[in-house]
């Protein structure tokens, strides 16, 4: 017999649970992250390893350890020109996923998911415009005090995978 508490409708509770980028990183690796994220965000394009060099945020060897501890750990993408592209949850690309910061400053996210999770990831509330992957349908929610609230249409609803099985998360948004 199966305890409630241990199910999400017909899924083993464990089975919908995944540990948070965030969690899997180191200190330095969490900070360097947050770094190129607003990078990323405050300049709208992929950043490069030299460019955080000259920022002088961190010493080069730690900023070396960390950069490829966040590739290592499938943390950030990397472009051609081994720039950092993708790191979760912010796209230097554009994406049909705009979130909009109670700070005011937008980026694309990486799928609608990555959106909703942005709030969590920079601690304010956010503003969402998306659209449906399966029909292009426009999609619009906010998450005010960690609740998505203001859904359009009403009746939008998320389709989970188990990202614990995937190790490519980006192929699969």
Partial sequence: MKKESEWIGDYPRQQLTL?????KLLPEEQRLRMLIMNDIINHQKPVSFESLVSM???????LKKSW?????????????QQEATFVYP???LPTPHLVTLADKRQF???????????????QQDTSISSQCSQCGEPISLEVNDKQLINVH??????LHVDLNQIDDWAASC
């Fill in 108 to 122: 694309s996210a990486m799928c609608g998911i990555d959106a909703i999770g942005a709030a969590f990831t920079f």
């Fill in 19 to 23: 540990s948070s980028i965030h969690s």
């Fill in 56 to 62: 002088k945020e961190m010493s080069p060897e730690l």
């Fill in 90 to 92: 912010v796209s230097a």
């Fill in 68 to 80: 490829d501890g966040l590739i290592r750990k499938n943390a950030m993408v990397m472009n051609d």
């Fill in 153 to 158: 249409p009403a009746n939008a609803y998320v």
